[in-house]
C-alpha cells in the first residue's frame, strides 16, 4: 500500500491499541469478517442498565487501517448507546466520502482512505461488529 493511505495518525491510532483485548465477562460479543482482505474483528461490550456501553474491547486480525478503526472506536463508544453509536459512525463515512460534510475525531485520520475505495471497508468492520453486538 502507499504511503500516502498509511499516514502518521492512522498508524498512531492503530499503535495505540486503545480497547485491545477480551473482556472478562461481557454482556454481548460479535464477530465480524471480512472474506476480500481476511480481517477479522472480535468486539467485546459490557452494557449498563440503560443500554449504554460501559466498556468496550476489541481482537482485529487485519491491517492496520481495521486496527486503527476499532482503536478509534473504542476511544469514544464508552458512555454510548446504539443511536450514539450511530452517530459516530457518520463520522467514519463523511471521512471516506461516503457521506457529505466534515467528519470529526479521531475519524478525520481516515481521510485518506477516501480514495481506496477498496480499503473502506476494512475502516467500517469494527462498526459492523459493534452493531452486530449491540442488536
Known amino acids: 500500500m502507499s504511503d500516502q493511505l498509511y499516514q502518521e495518525r492512522i498508524v498512531t491510532l492503530a499503535k495505540s491499541k486503545t480497547g485491545a483485548g477480551k473482556l472478562a465477562t461481557p454482556t454481548k460479543s ?16 459490557r452494557l449498563d442498565g440503560q443500554e449504554r456501553i460501559a466498556e468496550i474491547a476489541h481482537q482485529v486480525r487485519g491491517c492496520l ?11 469514544v463508544a464508552v458512555g454510548r448507546d ?7 459512525r457518520h463520522d467514519a463515512e463523511r471521512a471516506l466520502g461516503r457521506e457529505a460534510g466534515e467528519a470529526g475525531e479521531p475519524f478525520a485520520a481516515f481521510a485518506p482512505v477516501k480514495d481506496h ?9 469494527p462498526f459492523e461488529a459493534l452493531q452486530d453486538a449491540l442488536a
Open 30 to 45: 460479535a464477530r465480524r469478517d471480512n472474506p476480500l482482505c481476511g480481517d477479522r474483528v472480535t468486539i467485546d461490550v
Open 117 to 125: 475505495k477498496s480499503r473502506q471497508e476494512c475502516v467500517l468492520l
Open 82 to 88: 446504539k443511536s450514539g453509536i450511530a452517530e459516530i
Open 65 to 75: 487501517l481495521c486496527q486503527a478503526s476499532a482503536a478509534a472506536l473504542a476511544s
